[in-house]
């Protein structure tokens, strides 16, 4: 839970504190002004990232040397204290925890767990599989580490992998030589491939029933489904690593040809369906904007269901092009679940809804609260 | 002054050392007796033009063969393969071991450029019917390029009918279990024995 942030220096942010009740705060503004940036910084204390994806030198305010996110909190959040700081200069990015920096970025990840409901969360389900990927990773390895440190080591050997297969296609090497350099890579592919894509199943076995509830309660009359597209159908771990093992090894030609890995979790989809067509081509708008809030609200019980509390709710002006039938459903809801400490952003006074007028509002101008 | 700078500029180049500090050791350099910074600058001179590579193993050498490689007491048959020289001072310190080495000079990195021919591989095949190697250890570091390069010579070797071992990981003797990271708790059980 936030008690007090302070932004120095993020986006259009130049010098913000601000204390924060127990309930949240309500953060009222013309588009433009700032809102989503708060939101934004709030967030880099979770991801360590923009959450927009941004790359870190674009979030700094123009002509600042860096910026810098600090904040004061309660438990659930495993500490006292959290910041970030990122220089310009050096690119260095720096987080600390209760004070002490942090050896590895890695390790301050979750700091102040919340999950963001924004408008551009449509991108999750109209676009490509990517996001959902992305999605993925972001839910489980900021709850679970033994999946963070799958994804770290996977992700080092495809890099190591892919360079290899470009390497060999600049030196014209063929046959048995070029398969051995390639080869080397793919035993921790499969074994870190493997732990990612069981977790990846079991998320999905496990929310794929309440994600299809959540959307039917949203007031999707089709059926709204999901389901994991990859490789192997298996989610015991050592049949998964043998089957990826066999991919790699069956499709290494092809890909020795093309320079590239082409088998494996970094080319799965997590796939959304409308009474069994894709969602993201045939799915009108509203549709996918319910699909993207019932995604949100699957990821926020996942963060819930580690912490054992509601994470903070980031809520970006969430009901904007969404009509008021939907709109009642979906914080009815929200309700039902328990609402923790909610960061409401929204244009004007009116578009607060009834069941957030309890909290203070604070009016966002110019990058100035007042 | 081009020499304070000139000599600032090399020391900043070492590793762990940042331009503050190397500016330091120059002064100091200065200040100290300039006896003493000769006989530094000659022991620099004398390493540089006297320590080569073992024209067998790679290991660090100021005479064509290492001590290792020239002492009759150690077994030619079983070879000890490692990244760097240094490995060589660690494994040593242990006393275990009474084979003889393999240097690779580094690790297969394929982002930094560095493939299998730019290690010592072709040579360590070389020596298998050469020195009559019966056993072949893998002693690279744990780490995915480590593993990596174990893995590509263990391949290499395959036809060769030489027996390949890989050193086993797992706890470190006299750690405290509740300090020890996940992963090596992992491998440790995995690598677990009947007593």
């Known amino acids: ?370 | 002054m081009s020499a304070i700078d000139d000599l600032t500029t090399e020391l900043a180049r070492l590793p762990g050392i940042g331009r503050k500090t190397a500016q330091r050791l120059t002064y100091h350099l200065l200040k100290q007796p300039a006896d003493q910074s000769r006989r530094l600058a000659q022991a620099l001179v004398t390493l540089v033009d006297t320590v080569r590579t073992c024209t067998r193993c790679f290991n660090l050498t100021e005479a064509p063969l290492c001590s290792i490689c020239s002492d009759g007491r150690r077994d030619g048959t079983l070879v000890c393969v490692v990244e760097d020289a240094a490995d060589i001072a660690a494994i040593e310190r242990a006393g275990e071991f009474r084979g003889r080495y393999h240097v690779l000079g580094g690790r297969l990195s394929p982002l930094d450029g560095v493939g299998p021919d730019d290690l010592t591989i072709g040579a360590l095949l070389a020596r298998i019917p050469e020195d009559e190697v019966t056993e072949v250890i893998l002693a690279t570091n744990p780490s995915l390029e480590g593993e990596a390069t174990a893995l590509y010579i263990q391949r290499q070797l395959a036809p060769l009918g030489v027996r390949v071992t890989r050193i086993a990981r797992g706890l470190p003797v006299g750690g405290d279990l509740e300090y020890a990271d996940g992963v090596t708790i992992a491998q440790a059980l995995q690598a677990r024995r009947d007593m």
């Open chain 1, 1 to 370: 839970m936030l008690a007090s942030l302070t932004v120095r220096e993020f986006r259009n942010l130049a010098a913000l504190d601000l204390e924060v009740e127990a309930a949240g705060l309500a953060i009222v503004g013309d588009n433009g002004h700032g809102k989503t940036n708060l939101l934004e910084a709030i967030a880099y204390l979770r991801l360590l990232r923009s959450w927009r994806g941004a790359r870190d030198v674009d979030v700094v305010r123009f002509g600042a040397a860096g910026f810098h996110v600090r904040a004061t909190l309660h438990p659930p959040a495993r500490a006292h204290s959290a910041a970030i700081g990122f220089e310009r200069a050096s690119r260095r990015k720096r987080a600390l925890l209760d004070g002490v920096e942090q050896p590895r970025l890695s390790d301050a990840l979750g700091a102040l767990p919340s999950v963001c409901f924004s408008p551009a969360d449509v991108a999750l389900v109209a676009d490509g599989p990517g996001e959902r990927r992305r999605f993925l990773d972001v839910a489980l390895a900021l709850t679970s580490p033994s999946y963070l440190q799958a994804l770290q080591t996977y992700r080092a050997a495809l890099s190591r992998r892919n360079a290899t297969l470009r390497e060999v296609q600049r030196a014209g090497r063929a046959g048995a030589d070029a398969a051995a350099r390639v080869a080397v890579w793919e035993p921790a592919l499969a074994e870190h491939g493997a732990t990612i894509v069981g977790a990846r199943r079991d998320w999905v076995a496990a929310h794929a029933e309440p994600f299809a509830t959540l959307c039917a309660a949203i007031g999707e009359s089709a059926p709204v489904s999901m389901r994991y597209v990859g490789p192997a159908e298996d989610s015991d771990a050592s049949a998964l690593a043998d089957a990826l093992r066999a991919q790699l090894e069956a499709q290494r030609a092809q890909e020795l040809r093309r320079g590239i890995t082409l088998v494996g979790p970094h080319r799965d989809d997590l796939q959304l369906l409308l009474g069994g067509r894709e969602l993201r081509t045939f799915g009108s708008a509203g549709q996918q904007r319910s699909a993207a809030i019932a995604l949100r609200m699957r990821e926020s019980a996942t963060v819930r269901e580690q912490l054992g509390a509601a994470p903070l709710l980031l809520l970006d002006d969430p009901f904007a092009e969404l009509d008021v039938r939907r709109a009642q459903a979906i914080l009815d809801l929200l309700a039902a679940e328990g609402v923790g400490q909610v960061m409401l952003a929204v244009p004007r006074a009116e578009d607060i809804p009834p069941a957030f007028t309890r909290l203070s509002r604070r009016t966002m101008r110019e990058g100035r609260l007042s």
